[in-house]
C-alpha cells in the first residue's frame, strides 16, 4: 500500500479502517458494510486507494480515489 491508503481489515470480531502508517484504526464497526462506507469515504476525502480485505485477511477489493489516479486501464 502506498503512504496514506486506507485499509479496510477484520480483527477482534471487528471490522476497521486504518490509513497506511497509523498503528490503530481510525474507525470500527459491527458489519463489513459499515466499514467499507466509511473507509470508502475517508479514501475519497484522501484521494489514496481503499484496499478492502476479507475476514482471513487476504485482499478482496482495492479501489483507486479519484479515479483518474487508477494506473489500469480497465472497468471497475
Not at 479514501?43 to 489516479?69: C, F, L, M, Q
Request: glycine letters at 10%; proline letters at 4%.
Amino acid at each position: 500500500m502506498t503512504k496514506g491508503d486506507v485499509e479496510t481489515y477484520h480483527e477482534d470480531g471487528q471490522w476497521k479502517d486504518r490509513p497506511e502508517g497509523n498503528e490503530r484504526a481510525s474507525s470500527t464497526h459491527d458489519t463489513k458494510a459499515d466499514a467499507v462506507a466509511a473507509g470508502r469515504d475517508m479514501a475519497k476525502d484522501r484521494g489514496v486507494e481503499h484496499v478492502i480485505k476479507k475476514e482471513d485477511g487476504t485482499i478482496g477489493e482495492k479501489n483507486t480515489y479519484p479515479r483518474s489516479r487508477d494506473p489500469r486501464d480497465i472497468e471497475g
